[in-house]
C-alpha cells in the first residue's frame, strides 16, 4: 500500500467503495452476461433487446437471467483490509456501484462490511455523474471518501474529501489526485502477460499435432506438404485457443468451485473479463485468417470445428454420452484438418482408429472427473451429466473403446495397404502391443485418481506414456527402414 498523505479521520466521513474492478477484481456486467449466456444461448439476443431499454435495463435483465455466487467471486483482498480497517476505527462504508442492485446487494449481504448498499436500480445507471450527484445528495459534499479504480469515478472524486485508487494506473493517479484534495493509492497496474497466455492454454496445442498424422501415415515429407501442416497447425492453435477462452468465460462459476481450475486467470480474476471477450474474437479471427491462406476446404474444417466446439461449451457438454462422442469427433477433425490441408486422402483404418481411441481418452477425461468429484464427496461431476454413481459405466466406455482401436490397429497391419508403406509390417505388431498396455495403464492411473483433468496433457508429462509413445515410434520406423 502507497500513501501520499495521512489517512484522515475515518470517523467523521463515509466510506464509499465501488465494486468493479475495485472491490472485486472482475466486473459484474461481463459476469452476468457469460452466466446468462451459459444458461441460455439465447441470451445475446434477449441483452440486446433489454439494451434498447439502456444500460441499466440491460443490468437489471442479466441480474436476473444469471446465476452468480457471491461467495465464490474473486475479490480484492487488500480493498477488503483497508474497509475493515475503516471500519474497525468506528468510520461507516457504503457499497455504491453501477452494477445492479440485486447483485449489489447479494455480495454486501455475503461480505457484510457495509452500513449501505446503493446500485442500478433498472433505470438509472449509477456511473460516473450520476453517482456524484447522488453522492452529494446522500452525504453531502466532501462528506464522504471514494475509492474507485477507472475515469469514470473522476467526477465523483472531485466531489470526495478524498480519494482512494485500487489498481489504477499512472495517468489515473495524477488525476484522482488533481480531483480530490486528499489521495491514497492501493495497489499497481501490472500489465503481465503470463496470465494471458496461461488463458490460451498453449499446453493443450499438443493435440493439434494430429494434424501432421495424415502426413506422416502418408510418409510424404516433401517442403510444401510440411509447410501446409505447419500453418493447420497454428491457425488450429489459435482457433482452439479462441474457444478456450470462450469455454473458461462459460465455465466461471463451475471453474470457481473447483480446487485447481479457480485458479484460472479469468476465475481468478487476474485477467479483466472483457480482455476475455475480445480476446476470444481476436484469436478466432487470426486463426480464421490464417484457414483461409491454407485452403477453402481447411476453412470449413475450422468454421464446423468452432461451431462444434461452441455447441459443446453451450450444451452438448452435459449431454450424456453425446458430450464424449462429440470429444472424439473434435479429436477426429484434426486429422480430417490435417488430409484437408495437405490434400492428402486419409484411409478409413486411420479414422476408425481415432474414432475409437479418442473415445476412449474422452471416457477417461470424464472418468477423471468423476473421480476426483467422489472424492471431494460430491454426487456428480460439476456442469457435467454425469454421477458418481455412472464410474463403472464410464470406465467400461474408456477401456473397451480403447481395446476396439487396438483391434483395428491389428487389422491395419494385416492389410494389403500396410505392405505398399512398410518394408516389414510385422514391426507393427509392437506398435499393438504397446498401445494395448498404454490403454490399459490410463484407465487404471485414472481408477486410482492420478489422472489430471486431461489425458492427453498426463500423457506428455508421464514418464511411461512418454516410453511408450517413442517405442512405438521406433517400431513404426523399423518397420519403414528394415
Same mark, same amino acid.
Given at each position: 500500500?502507497?500513501?501520499?498523505?495521512?489517512?484522515?479521520?475515518?470517523?467523521?466521513?463515509?466510506?464509499? %467503495?465501488?465494486?468493479?474492478?475495485?472491490?472485486?477484481?472482475?466486473?459484474?456486467?461481463?459476469?452476468?452476461?457469460?452466466?446468462?449466456?451459459?444458461?441460455?444461448?439465447?441470451?445475446?439476443?434477449?441483452? &440486446?433487446?433489454?439494451?434498447?431499454?439502456?444500460?441499466?435495463?440491460?443490468?437489471?435483465?442479466?441480474?436476473?437471467?444469471?446465476? %452468480?455466487?457471491?461467495?465464490?467471486?474473486?475479490?480484492?483482498?487488500?480493498?477488503?483490509?483497508?474497509?475493515?480497517?475503516?471500519?474497525?476505527?468506528?468510520?461507516?462504508?457504503?457499497?455504491?456501484?453501477?452494477?445492479?442492485?440485486?447483485?449489489?446487494?447479494?455480495?454486501?449481504?455475503?461480505?457484510?462490511?457495509?452500513?449501505?448498499? @446503493?446500485?442500478?436500480?433498472?433505470?438509472?445507471?449509477?456511473?460516473?455523474?450520476?453517482?456524484?450527484?447522488?453522492? #452529494?445528495?446522500?452525504? !453531502?459534499?466532501?462528506?464522504?471518501?471514494?475509492?474507485?479504480?477507472?475515469?469514470? *469515478?473522476?467526477?465523483?472524486?472531485?466531489?470526495?474529501?478524498?480519494?482512494?485508487?485500487?489498481?489504477?494506473?499512472?495517468?489515473?493517479?495524477?488525476?484522482? &489526485? =488533481?480531483?480530490?484534495? $486528499?489521495?491514497? @493509492?492501493?495497489?499497481?497496474?501490472?500489465?503481465?502477460?503470463? +496470465?494471458?497466455?496461461?488463458?490460451?492454454?498453449? @499446453?493443450?496445442?499438443?493435440?493439434?499435432?494430429?494434424?501432421?498424422?495424415?502426413?506422416?501415415?502418408?510418409?510424404?515429407?516433401?517442403?510444401?506438404?510440411?509447410?501446409?501442416?505447419?500453418?493447420?497447425?497454428?491457425?488450429?492453435?489459435?482457433?482452439?485457443?479462441?474457444?478456450?477462452?470462450?469455454?473458461?468465460?462459460?465455465?466461471?462459476?463451475?471453474?470457481?468451485?473447483?480446487?485447481?481450475?479457480?485458479?484460472?486467470?479469468?476465475?481468478?480474476?487476474?485477467?479483466?473479463?472483457? @480482455?476475455?471477450?475480445?480476446?476470444?474474437?481476436?484469436?478466432?479471427?487470426?486463426?480464421?485468417?490464417? &484457414?483461409?491462406?491454407?485452403?477453402?476446404?481447411?476453412?470449413?474444417?475450422?468454421?464446423? /470445428?468452432?461451431?462444434?466446439?461452441?455447441? /459443446?461449451?453451450?450444451?452438448? =457438454?452435459?449431454?450424456?454420452?453425446?458430450?464424449?462422442?462429440?470429444?472424439? !469427433?473434435?479429436?477426429?477433425?484434426?486429422?480430417?484438418?490435417?488430409?484437408?490441408?495437405?490434400?492428402?486422402?486419409?484411409?478409413?483404418?486411420?479414422?476408425?482408429?481415432?474414432?475409437?481411441?479418442?473415445?476412449?481418452?474422452?471416457?477417461?477425461?470424464?472418468?477423471? $472427473?468423476?473421480? *476426483?468429484?467422489?472424492?471431494?464427496?460430491?454426487?456428480?461431476?460439476?456442469?457435467?451429466?454425469?454421477?458418481?454413481?455412472?464410474? +463403472?459405466?464410464?470406465?467400461?466406455?474408456?477401456?473397451?473403446?480403447?481395446?476396439?482401436? #487396438?483391434?483395428?490397429?491389428?487389422?491395419?497391419?494385416?492389410?494389403?495397404?500396410?505392405?505398399?508403406?512398410?518394408?516389414?509390417? $510385422?514391426?507393427?505388431? !509392437?506398435?499393438?502391443?504397446?498401445?494395448?498396455?498404454? #490403454?490399459?495403464?490410463?484407465?487404471?492411473?485414472?481408477?486410482?485418481?492420478?489422472?489430471?483433468?486431461?489425458?492427453?496433457?498426463?500423457?506428455?508429462?508421464?514418464?511411461?506414456?512418454?516410453?511408450?509413445?517413442?517405442?512405438?515410434?521406433?517400431? &513404426?520406423?523399423?518397420?519403414?527402414?528394415?
Amino acid at each position: 500500500m502507497a500513501s501520499t498523505s495521512s489517512e484522515g479521520d475515518a470517523t467523521a466521513q463515509v466510506l464509499v %467503495v465501488d465494486l468493479d474492478g475495485t472491490l472485486l477484481r472482475s466486473d459484474m456486467l461481463y459476469e452476468s452476461f457469460w452466466s446468462a449466456l451459459g444458461q441460455s444461448w439465447q441470451a445475446p439476443f434477449r441483452a &440486446a433487446s433489454a439494451l434498447q431499454g439502456g444500460r441499466a435495463a440491460l443490468k437489471a435483465h442479466l441480474a436476473g437471467a444469471s446465476e %452468480v455466487d457471491a461467495a465464490s467471486l474473486p475479490y480484492n483482498d487488500d480493498v477488503i483490509a483497508y474497509v475493515s480497517e475503516w471500519r474497525a476505527k468506528g468510520g461507516k462504508t457504503a457499497l455504491v456501484t453501477a452494477t445492479d442492485s440485486a447483485i449489489a446487494s447479494e455480495i454486501a449481504t455475503h461480505l457484510d462490511l457495509f452500513d449501505e448498499v @446503493h446500485g442500478s436500480d433498472g433505470d438509472t445507471n449509477l456511473k460516473g455523474e450520476k453517482k456524484a450527484r447522488f453522492l #452529494v445528495e446522500r452525504f !453531502g459534499a466532501e462528506g464522504f471518501a471514494y475509492m474507485g479504480d477507472a475515469t469514470a *469515478d473522476l467526477p465523483v472524486w472531485s466531489q470526495a474529501v478524498k480519494a482512494v485508487t485500487v489498481n489504477a494506473p499512472d495517468t489515473l493517479r495524477r488525476n484522482a &489526485a =488533481k480531483a480530490a484534495g $486528499e489521495v491514497e @493509492h492501493l495497489g499497481t497496474a501490472g500489465t503481465a502477460l503470463q +496470465p494471458y497466455l496461461k488463458a490460451m492454454r498453449p @499446453h493443450q496445442w499438443l493435440k493439434n499435432l494430429l494434424v501432421f498424422l495424415p502426413m506422416l501415415a502418408a510418409h510424404q515429407f516433401d517442403g510444401g506438404t510440411i509447410f501446409a501442416a505447419l500453418l493447420a497447425f497454428i491457425s488450429f492453435s489459435l482457433v482452439a485457443s479462441s474457444v478456450y477462452v470462450l469455454n473458461d468465460l462459460l465455465d466461471l462459476a463451475a471453474d470457481r468451485a473447483h480446487p485447481r481450475k479457480r485458479l484460472r486467470p479469468f476465475a481468478a480474476g487476474t485477467i479483466p473479463i472483457a @480482455h476475455g471477450t475480445f480476446m476470444a474474437a481476436g484469436l478466432l479471427g487470426l486463426g480464421a485468417l490464417i &484457414a483461409l491462406l491454407v485452403g477453402g476446404n481447411f476453412l470449413l474444417l475450422m468454421v464446423a /470445428y468452432y461451431v462444434l466446439t461452441t455447441a /459443446y461449451s453451450l450444451a452438448l =457438454k452435459r449431454r450424456l454420452v453425446i458430450d464424449i462422442c462429440v470429444l472424439a !469427433g473434435l479429436y477426429t477433425m484434426r486429422i480430417l484438418a490435417g488430409g484437408a490441408a495437405t490434400d492428402l486422402p486419409l484411409s478409413v483404418w486411420l479414422l476408425a482408429f481415432s474414432v475409437f481411441i479418442f473415445l476412449s481418452l474422452a471416457a477417461v477425461k470424464r472418468q477423471a $472427473e468423476l473421480i *476426483d468429484a467422489a472424492n471431494r464427496g460430491q454426487l456428480e461431476a460439476s456442469g457435467r451429466g454425469y454421477q458418481v454413481d455412472d464410474l +463403472p459405466i464410464i470406465s467400461m466406455i474408456a477401456i473397451g473403446a480403447g481395446y476396439v482401436s #487396438v483391434l483395428v490397429m491389428t487389422l491395419y497391419v494385416n492389410s494389403p495397404a500396410v505392405l505398399e508403406l512398410y518394408s516389414v509390417p $510385422e514391426a507393427l505388431w !509392437g506398435v499393438c502391443a504397446i498401445l494395448l498396455y498404454w #490403454v490399459t495403464r490410463m484407465v487404471m492411473k485414472t481408477h486410482r485418481g492420478e489422472m489430471n483433468d486431461d489425458p492427453v496433457v498426463f500423457s506428455v508429462t508421464d514418464r511411461t506414456s512418454q516410453i511408450c509413445v517413442a517405442t512405438m515410434f521406433g517400431f &513404426a520406423v523399423l518397420g519403414t527402414l528394415i
